[in-house]
């Protein structure tokens, strides 16, 4: 007679893992990033490699020195992932400090404050973009034209329709 054994889910396991399901969406949003590139051009290459190398960073600085922690989750790809989304939310003319700001605010706060990977009740990098955009408003609503490949900095930016209608009913 066999004895039934009681026990929590999942009861069923794959070959799965978390670094291997990390990397996979990483492999997933390179299409999404090499459109960016395509479309945005440096400034976006300059916003998406500065966000993912600095998310990378805190986390593995957070862990290290104030979580004290000798097992370091960097190698596992959320850290990278975090970075990856953070650089699609941002303007590709943002200044480089201010995507350092939000790739410490989407690891400090929006995950390593929580518990680390799969406690946090927010997404981190959307916690690190909010962040930006009630502190820096001007910068992050600012943005460039589609198409400009080799410019960083220069954008041109113009009236929405509902602003030239708010003007014309005016005169």
Avoid at 93 to 122: Q, R
Avoid at 160 to 169: V, W, Y
């Amino acid at each position: 007679m066999s004895n039934l054994i009681v026990s929590l889910s999942p009861h069923i396991h794959g070959n799965d893992s978390i670094k291997r399901n990390m990397y996979g969406v990483v492999i997933a949003l390179l299409p999404a990033l090499l459109v960016s590139f395509y479309y945005f051009g440096v400034g976006a290459a300059v916003v998406c490699i500065t966000s993912v190398v600095s998310c990378v960073f805190f986390e593995w600085a957070i862990n290290r020195y104030l979580l004290r922690n000798r097992n370091l989750s960097v190698l596992d790809g959320s850290a990278v992932i975090t970075g990856l989304l953070l650089g699609f939310n941002l303007p590709s003319n943002i200044p480089v400090w201010i995507v350092v700001i939000g790739s410490l605010v989407a690891i400090g706060i929006g995950k390593m404050t929580f518990g680390g990977l799969g406690c946090n009740p927010f997404n981190p990098a959307l916690v690190g973009r909010c962040f930006l955009l009630v502190s820096f408003p001007a910068q992050m609503t600012s943005w460039p034209v589609a198409g400009q490949q080799w410019h960083y900095m220069d954008a041109v930016t113009e009236a929405t329709p509902l602003s030239i209608m708010k003007e014309a009913a005016k005169t």
